[in-house]
């Protein structure tokens, strides 16, 4: 579990550079949204390791709530990309 939300973690802003890093924003908005799937992943294994009781409502709830404003970051970028 620990190794799968560190993955998650890590495909978020790696998926964002890729992205930037490419030659069409087509193909950044394709990035972008692989890493709104990893954020939802994310967002699914902490709840997970909450209902397991491996850690408390405290510590997950704030890590959602940034996971949450990241999203939000997300979607703009991507409506941006869309027009």
Not at 14 to 28: K, Q, T
Not at 39 to 58: D, F, I
């Amino acid at each position: 579990m620990i190794n799968q939300i560190r993955w998650s973690a890590v495909s978020i802003p790696s998926n964002i550079a890729e992205g930037a890093g490419r030659n069409s924003d087509n193909e950044l908005k394709h990035f972008l949204g692989i890493a709104n799937g990893s954020s939802n992943e994310l967002c699914t294994q902490l709840l997970l390791s909450q209902r397991l009781n491996l850690v408390s409502e405290s510590t997950v709830n704030p890590i959602i709530d940034e996971i949450i404003e990241v999203q939000k970051m997300n979607f703009i970028l991507i409506n941006k990309y869309t027009k």
